[in-house]
């Protein structure tokens, strides 16, 4: 019987404690917490999360702490749980898994990260030396701070496998400039970005952002825009404009993920 191909997501995992709250804390103060909960976090793990849910097979990439601890036996226990591989992460010794705290303020339903990474190395080409490309039909990058390292990691990923997709996204605006992620568009095919980053480089709203990216991106790269409750908008690579409408939660309703 042949083997379902996997959907590849490179980039973040961390360990998250979100806590839950009235209303945001004043400074030199002492609240209590409405809820507090754990839980897997990073946009390239959160991103395999999804995809399990939708009974893809994914695997996710992305640099662990050498050794058991309980952040990294708490986050590959989650995997296993949602049937999402990562046995091809790279191993560092003398660091901790990166870890998120997260005040979320149930009033306005905003929050606050505080993240800590000590220094956990990112993903280079090497790490990829060892996998079989003939096992995925799609690779997902998140767009980390080592755009360089990104760049060289695709244009391997085109190499050896030109007719498998490659999509990146792109968050955060201080890595969307022609020094950073912009590295990485000729080796992609679909692109994500955020509002902060399409606002960032002058886009007024969703379709002004695809509009805007046609002149940035290759010929053949479609991008998808986000625009919070307003939706999202989308060009493929024959200048096809798409919109749809946001649909907001019922009021109270407040949807957990972490972007690190």
């Not at 379709?207 to 010929?219: E, I, S």
Request: glycine fraction near 6%; charged fraction near 25%; hydrophobic fraction near 35%.
């Amino acid at each position: 019987m042949e083997t379902k191909k996997k959907i590849l997501c490179v980039g973040l995992v961390c360990y998250d404690i979100v806590n839950v709250v009235e209303h945001y804390p004043l400074e030199d103060t002492q609240m209590r917490t409405v809820e507090q909960r754990r839980s897997r976090g990073g946009n390239a793990s959160n991103m395999c999360t999804v995809l399990a849910n939708l009974n893809a097979a994914c695997e996710f990439m992305g640099s662990l702490p050498m050794g058991p601890s309980p952040d990294v036996n708490y986050v590959e226990e989650d995997f296993q749980a949602h049937k999402i591989e990562h046995g091809n992460c790279p191993r560092h010794a003398d660091f901790s898994l990166p870890n998120s705290c997260i005040i979320v303020n149930r009033q306005s339903g905003s929050r606050t990260i505080l993240h800590t990474n000590d220094g956990l190395p990112e993903l280079t080409k090497g790490d990829f030396s060892h996998i079989n490309v003939e096992d995925y039909n799609w690779f997902h990058l998140e767009g980390r701070p080592n755009a360089i390292d990104i760049a060289d990691i695709a244009k391997d990923l085109k190499t050896r496998a030109p007719n498998i997709p490659i999509s990146l996204e792109m968050e955060k605006p201080t890595r969307a400039n022609k020094d950073e992620l912009f590295l990485v568009f000729p080796f992609i095919d679909l692109l994500f970005i955020s509002k902060e980053c399409a606002v960032s480089l002058g886009a007024m709203n969703m379709r002004d952002a695809v509009d805007l990216l046609q002149d940035l991106l290759p010929d053949n790269v479609s991008v998808v825009c986000p625009w919070g409750e307003k939706g999202a908008a989308a060009r493929d690579p024959n200048g096809h404009i798409f919109e749809i409408s946001g649909h907001p939660p019922p009021s109270g309703k407040i949807f957990h993920s972490t972007k690190c």
